[in-house]
């Protein structure tokens, strides 16, 4: 079946969330350069992990590591309500890739794991999509396969029809392909960089240093010419 509709993730994707993490290392009361080191240090220690045990969430383990004070459930569900990007934080490749895919003639969505409040600034960002999913706002998350359904039961598009775009192969690659998507890792971001060396990054259909690759490449999808690098 030809390929109908592309899906976006957010974070790392089509958002820069540096000022957003930078916001954590503000909030803990610790340089930035810690904060980011610490991301960096859980990463690639979860990259040597079996597969297994690579879904504890990171950001806890960061603020457990450089703050064993607090209560980290708490430190999470109290810092992570209030967070959410701006249209400032918008890669520059981002709006006019997603222009370019549409101008293709694809459909166009947005899925990801965000905080609700993440919902209304994704629509008042002027971003062309047809479709958004928030996890937050849909109960549902990735990599829940109940997520990648959501996708299929909001567009109405079988699986084998739909790309999906994101940075993470443990998020996003990994079960998309397993849904029946065709997947396309981006490989920029802390997660995207450190994850691109993991086997299951292989699972990808196409693997990008950019954005501004995608609508050109599209058309490998198209011809199903593979997972190609």
């Not at 603020?63 to 309500?81: F, K, T």
């Not at 996890?135 to 109405?156: C, H, Q, Y």
């Not at 996003?172 to 086997?199: I, S, Y």
Request: charged fraction near 25%.
């Amino acid at each position: 079946m030809s390929l109908t509709a592309v899906f976006f993730d957010v974070g790392e994707t089509l958002v820069d969330e540096t000022e957003l993490m930078g916001g954590w290392a503000d909030w803990l009361g610790i340089p930035r350069l810690t904060f980011f080191a610490t991301i960096g240090a859980v990463l690639a220690r979860g990259s040597e992990r079996p597969a297994a045990t690579r879904d504890r969430p990171v950001l806890r383990e960061v603020v457990r590591l450089i703050r064993p004070d607090l209560d980290v459930a708490d430190a999470v569900r109290r810092r992570g309500g209030a967070q959410v990007f701006s249209v400032r934080d918008l890669y520059p490749d981002a709006l006019p890739c997603m222009l370019a895919v549409r101008d293709l003639g694809y459909r166009v969505g947005i899925a990801a794991n965000q905080p609700a409040l993440a919902d209304a600034v994704v629509r008042e960002s002027g971003l062309p999509f047809e479709w958004l999913l928030i996890s937050d706002v849909e109960g549902v998350s990735k990599p829940d396969p109940a997520f990648f359904d959501r996708i299929l039961e909001m567009s109405g598009l079988p699986a084998s029809s739909i790309a999906y775009v994101g940075d993470r192969v443990d998020n996003d690659v990994v079960p998309a392909v397993r849904a029946g998507m065709a997947a396309v890792h981006l490989r920029r971001g802390p997660w995207g960089v450190l994850q691109a060396e993991w086997p299951e990054a292989a699972m990808a259909t196409l693997r990008l240093g950019s954005l501004a690759e995608l609508p050109e490449r599209l058309g490998e999808l198209e011809a199903g010419a593979g997972r190609m690098d």
